[in-house]
């Protein structure tokens, strides 16, 4: 409940990268899941942050989970040598990073991928390892045309596949799984031809996601209550619309909290705003849920 709590938050704060996105919206996560060589947690968070440094300087993305598309780094050790120093020896390490771009529901479907060679030395092993990602370059030029072919392929692929999304979604709406019909609509770029009828159709299920999570909410909301998380109460019952069935029921905890805390809690947001951005956070929430059952 907490990690729901999390995602419907988000989805009403101006998220940060709602602020950093470019013409499109155009978002892309990174995964580091079988990411190779026996890294250590510590280098594969270095390399994470190298990947999504690689996704801010493309010009052509932001970094972010709500599209569905994953750039996922794997790293190979080509070649380790010790050479002899003065004081100590040197190992001396060649890797092979190798860049893919998928589908964040469908790794199988990938729509491109590059290679490049990083060289580190150190004193250990693991000391070459950490210095070949620490001095790779995340300004290079053939990143930067990696990430705009990609978004080019991306683009091709959505527009020719645009009525399978629409079926795939329509069947997951028989299912009663909103979540993953919206992922699946929320996830067509702007710049393809079926965007607008996606996007129509997954504000629509977003309404009636809402409704499917509105007593979990309110059962939340309790709970926090209960404990004297008050402020963590009210967060959690202004993502409620007034529109929800349980809405008289918010109301009356929200007044209730609200005598607690000494806040008032405004309502009357824009709906077409805070609709735009749950669909984000509902598509970024399911796709990261996705990627760890599949590790």
């Known amino acids: 409940m907490k990690n729901l709590y999390f995602c419907l938050l988000l989805a009403m704060l101006p998220v940060a990268l709602g602020a950093q996105t470019t013409g499109s919206g155009f978002t892309i996560g990174v995964s ?7 890294l250590s947690e510590a280098q594969a968070l270095k390399l994470e942050s190298k990947m999504l440094q690689v996704i801010e300087k493309s010009g052509v993305a932001t970094a972010g989970y709500s599209s569905g598309i994953l750039l996922k780094p794997a790293i190979s050790v ?4 010790i050479a002899e120093g003065g004081m100590q020896n040197i190992t001396v390490t060649t890797c092979e990073l190798t860049l893919y771009m998928v589908n ?14 990083l060289r580190g030395s150190g004193s250990t092993a693991e000391q070459a390892r950490n210095n070949a990602i620490n001095t790779m370059d995340v300004n290079d030029e053939r990143y930067k045309q990696f ?14 596949n645009c009525n399978k999304i629409m079926k795939q979604a329509a069947e997951a709406e028989k299912k ?18 079926c965007y607008t009828t996606a996007n129509r159709k997954a504000l629509s299920l977003y309404t009636k996601y809402e409704q499917q999570l509105c007593n979990k909410i309110v059962t939340y909301a309790r709970g926090e209550m209960a ?31 609200d005598k607690k805390v000494q ?13 735009a951005r749950a669909l984000e956070t509902i598509a970024m929430g399911y796709y990261m849920r996705s990627a760890k059952r599949k590790k």
């Open 176 to 193: 009663y799984d909103y979540e993953a019909a919206v992922s699946l609509l929320s996830g067509v770029p702007m710049e393809v031809t």
């Open 78 to 81: 080509e070649d380790t040598r």
């Open 227 to 257: 404990i004297g998380n008050y402020e963590a109460a009210l967060d959690a019952l202004a993502t409620v619309s007034g529109r929800s069935a349980c809405n008289v029921e918010a109301n009356q905890l929200i007044a209730e909290a």
């Open 32 to 38: 580091t899941i079988d990411i190779g060589a026996n």
């Open 104 to 117: 964040a529901g469908d790794n199988m479907i990938v729509y491109n991928t590059m290679s490049r060679k």
């Open 147 to 160: 990430m705009s072919t990609s978004k080019q392929k991306i683009i091709a692929y959505y527009n020719t």
């Open 263 to 275: 806040r008032h809690i405004d309502r009357q947001y824009n709906l077409q705003a805070q609709q």
